[in-house]
């Protein structure tokens, strides 16, 4: 049984409103989000490319996430990485930033808890990140961001062939 803490609630509640909408979105993964994993991913194959999404859990046990997404090139990333080539990562956030107080925070900030007396809610972190499912689904056409989806590209500019 899995302990009592805001942790395991969020994931609890990414089990349950989170993962059965990616499988109706075509996505394969595990069945829940559980155990100490920091990374959970998730895939499928769509026009010759492969998604991937992977939501990723704070590794310092903090009640917060952020959802990667990836598209794998035809022949995959080693492929890339030898022939060269250009890969592009989304990041899904609900407001823009580089840390994780940007993330889907279970946790309220110590201002939202000294002055409203807000308490942990899993429930509002994994709706939130539900209510960016549109956006998501139009990134994987476009490839573009969006107000809470940040690109990031890799350029990879391909080994030589005397194996560099």
Same mark, same amino acid.
């Given at each position: ?17 989170? %993962?059965?909408?990616?499988? @109706?979105? #075509? ?6 989000? !559980? ?19 992977? =939501?990723?859990?704070?590794?310092? *046990? ?8 990836? =598209?794998?090139?035809? !022949? !995959? ?5 030898? %022939? ?10 609900? @407001?823009? &930033? ?6 889907? @925070?279970?946790?309220?900030? =110590?201002?939202? @808890?000294?002055?409203? *007396?807000? $308490?942990? +809610?899993?429930?509002?972190?994994? +709706?939130?990140?539900? #209510? ?10 476009? !490839? $573009? ?12 500019? &391909? ?6």
């Amino acid at each position: 049984m899995e302990a009592k803490s805001v942790r395991a609630d969020l994931r609890r509640e990414l089990s349950k409103q989170l %993962l059965p909408q990616l499988k @109706r979105r #075509g996505f394969d993964g595990p069945e829940r989000i !559980g155990g100490n994993a920091l990374c959970h991913e998730f895939e499928r194959v769509r026009e010759g490319a492969k998604d991937q999404l992977t =939501i990723q859990l704070e590794k310092h *046990g903090r009640p917060r996430f952020i959802v990667i997404l990836t =598209i794998e090139p035809p !022949g !995959g990333f080693d492929r890339m990485i030898q %022939l060269g080539g250009v890969a592009v990562v989304g990041t899904v956030r609900p @407001r823009p &930033g580089r840390t994780t107080r940007t993330w889907f @925070r279970a946790d309220p900030s =110590i201002w939202a @808890r000294i002055v409203r *007396g807000a $308490k942990p +809610a899993p429930e509002q972190a994994v +709706a939130e990140c539900v #209510g960016l499912l549109p956006q998501i689904d139009e990134w994987w056409l476009s !490839g $573009k961001s969006s107000p809470h989806i940040r690109v990031h590209e890799t350029r990879f500019p &391909g080994t030589s062939a005397s194996g560099r």
